[in-house]
């Protein structure tokens, strides 16, 4: 199974802040690489597939890059509503797996 | 707008079967672009896939490697709803289990309200 580790595990930042967190898999997803936010008590919420394509409806402040074994997840400008746990998702092979998550926090 | 309704018991006991239903709204479960999951979250285990069925001009089934003796989805197409079963279960099975669709390569796009499943006697 593909192996899937994100950094950092928790992150503090401010509202307007630009933050990234990173993604990397045991070995290369040919771009098979989603990624997700939770928010307490619901359900994830997918926000990019295939590395870099932007979910229908979700803000342009959130964009995704990378590829091979190496991805992130970069948010422009915090908004309030983005303090949450991300998640990245790879289905390159099956089982597909996910990342053990970032809890981003307001500092 | 695809909707997903979860339904099922909350409290299964030792060495018993865990069942739970998704009933969906929007799609179909016959689809030949999607696929349809069972996905479970706990704090020791994070986010889990567990198995999906999926109707390519017939049907078809994955499974995870880690529950595949013991778990079982199935699509139901005359109430357009797809279910889970996990036998045996353990207290490692307690967990939140959501159901989920993927279209294609895009992901899981769409996800039930989740169920907390507990075991225990």
């Known amino acids: 199974d593909i192996q899937m580790t994100q950094s950092p595990s928790s992150l503090s930042a401010s509202v307007g802040d630009r933050v990234t967190i990173t993604c990397r898999s045991s070995q290369t997803l040919n771009n098979y690489l989603n990624w997700y936010q939770q928010k307490p008590g619901k359900a994830p919420k997918l926000l990019i597939y295939a590395a870099s394509t932007l979910q229908s409806g979700v803000p342009s402040r959130f964009s995704g890059s990378g590829s091979g074994t190496d991805f992130t997840l970069t948010i422009s400008s915090l908004q309030p509503e983005d303090f949450a746990t991300y998640y990245c998702?790879?289905?390159?092979?099956?089982?597909?797996?996910f990342g053990q998550g970032t809890k981003l926090e307001i500092k | 707008q695809v909707q997903l309704q979860q339904s099922g018991p909350g409290l299964v006991k030792p060495s018993q079967t865990l069942s739970l239903t998704c009933t969906i709204s929007?799609?179909?479960?016959?689809?030949?672009?999607?696929?349809w999951n069972w996905i479970r979250q706990s704090p020791s285990r994070g986010l889990e896939w567990l198995g999906r069925t999926y109707y390519r001009s017939k049907w078809y089934n994955d499974y995870a490697p880690s529950v595949k003796s013991r778990v079982t989805v199935n699509p139901d197409t005359s109430k357009n709803q797809f279910s889970l079963q996990l036998n045996s279960v353990t207290p490692e099975d307690t967990a939140i289990y959501y159901c989920?669709?993927?279209?294609?390569?895009?992901?899981?796009?769409?996800w039930g309200q989740g169920t907390l499943v507990t075991v225990s006697s």
């Open positions: 989920s669709r993927s279209v294609d390569d895009m992901g899981f796009d769409s």
């Open positions: 998702q790879q289905h390159y092979t099956t089982p597909c797996s």
């Open positions: 929007g799609d179909s479960v016959s689809s030949n672009s999607a696929a």
